[in-house]
């Protein structure tokens, strides 16, 4: 009788064992895209607090495209690879720079758009050359493409010191607080800040260095890679990805 017993218990285990991996499994047809939301123009939240934005905005037309339905995931940036290989989204789409430190942690798909790593000051700064950084204050957001362009760069070695932040919201209000003597940030970011707030900030006319944005996949969903890029393509050629690009940027800046 004991041993039916027990036999009964390890078969109810089982089934509420496959109940239970049967409820959680993932639905095929959603996509889950982690963002950082405060990556103006390309992902950010409006006055209504509604998450817009080009990347959003292109990410809602490839998913169309798809046929699969989107939800946008605001996460640490900092941890965003590990929010991919751990299955809790399907993407990193919001300005993500591809470079070989990430090849090796993500498949990326082909870049989509070009970027570069700028150093923003305030208007009535003195500073007007990257050289001129040397014994300063630098802000950037914590393990961005930021950081990497500004260790490659000789002038690091030079500078008093280097302060994080979660986003580039954070660096730019210690900028303007004069907390900081400059910010290095993307330029798609720090161009829309500056027609935002008009006679703050001022723009390097060096950059640290070019680079291009790509979206990331997690290794192994070749997939999934496969699928999406199609669907890039596809924008591409009918023109959805051009009009989405002057709505954000007043011109077409997409990669073909």
Known sequence: MKKIALIGLVLAM?????????????DDNKLVIGIDDKFAPLGFRDDNNEIVGFDIDYAKAAAEKMGMEVTFQPIDWKAKESELNSGRIDLIWNGYTITDERKGKVLFTKPYLSNSQVVVTLADSDIVAISELAGKVIGLQ???????????????????????????????????????????????????????????????????????????????????????????????????????????????????
């Open 14 to 26: 089982m089934i509420l064992a496959t109940v239970g991996c049967s409820s959680s499994s993932k």
């Open 142 to 256: 914590s393990l961005s493409s930021a950081a990497d362009a500004l260790d490659a760069n000789p002038i690091k070695a030079e500078v008093k010191s280097v302060s994080e932040f979660p986003d580039n919201v954070l660096a730019l209000s210690d900028l303007k607080t004069k907390r900081l003597d400059a910010v290095v940030i993307d330029e798609v970011v720090a161009r829309y800040y500056m027609s935002k707030e008009q006679g703050t900030f001022k723009l390097l006319t060096e950059s640290l260095s070019p680079e291009e944005y790509g979206i990331g996949v997690k290794k192994g969903n070749e997939k999934l890679l496969d699928k999406l890029q199609k669907a890039l393509d596809q924008l591409n050629e009918d023109g959805t990805a051009a009009t989405i690009s002057k709505k954000w940027f007043g011109e077409d800046k997409v990669l073909k």
